[in-house]
């Protein structure tokens, strides 16, 4: 059965702090560290999230005010690269985060069910309403926080063998 509107939107809310929970306790230097080269640390994962929550914002906004708008896509590289994602600082991607997230669980809390059923054109999905993108945003989380633990779990094996 799929969740709620309601379920999604406590996943949502529920997010950063999960997240928060994964990475306590680990080294600021496991948390920098790439798992193999050319790959995200736990911190350029965590600025992917911030950054793409604004990205979700703005979407949100735009399909409730200007039904059927184009969503264009974005490259998620490219933004890793001019957001220069390796030298965030832990503390405000984390803040960055949990703000955008709770503005927009705000926002989705107060939903009528019409609005939910607004959409836009996404440039590579197609039609997505705004419970099609409340719903993507949970799994987006997941697949990034199973990222993050297994950036973390690399580094720490790498250290270990080190000693
Ligand atoms: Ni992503």
């Known amino acids: 059965m799929p969740e709620t509107l309601q379920q999604v939107i406590a996943r949502q809310r529920e997010a950063p702090g999960v997240l928060d929970r994964l990475i306590a306790g680990a080294p600021e230097t496991a948390l920098r560290r790439p798992p193999a080269p050319g790959q995200w640390s736990a911190v350029a994962v965590i600025a992917h999230l911030a950054e793409d929550e604004l990205s979700s914002s703005w979407r949100y906004r735009q399909m409730l005010e200007h039904p059927g708008i184009a969503l264009p896509s974005f490259d998620q590289d490219e ?42 054109t996404h440039a590579e999905r197609g039609r997505m309403t705004v419970a099609d993108l409340a719903r993507h945003m949970p799994e987006h989380d997941a697949r990034h926080l199973a990222q993050i633990e297994r950036a973390l779990r690399a580094a720490v094996g790498g250290s270990a063998c080190a000693d």
């Open 79 to 120: 933004w890793a690269r001019r957001g220069n994602y390796p030298s965030w600082d832990l503390a405000d991607a984390l803040d960055m985060f949990r703000l955008l997230r709770q503005a927009n669980v705000r926002l989705l809390s107060g939903l009528t069910d019409e609005e939910w059923d607004r959409w836009g």
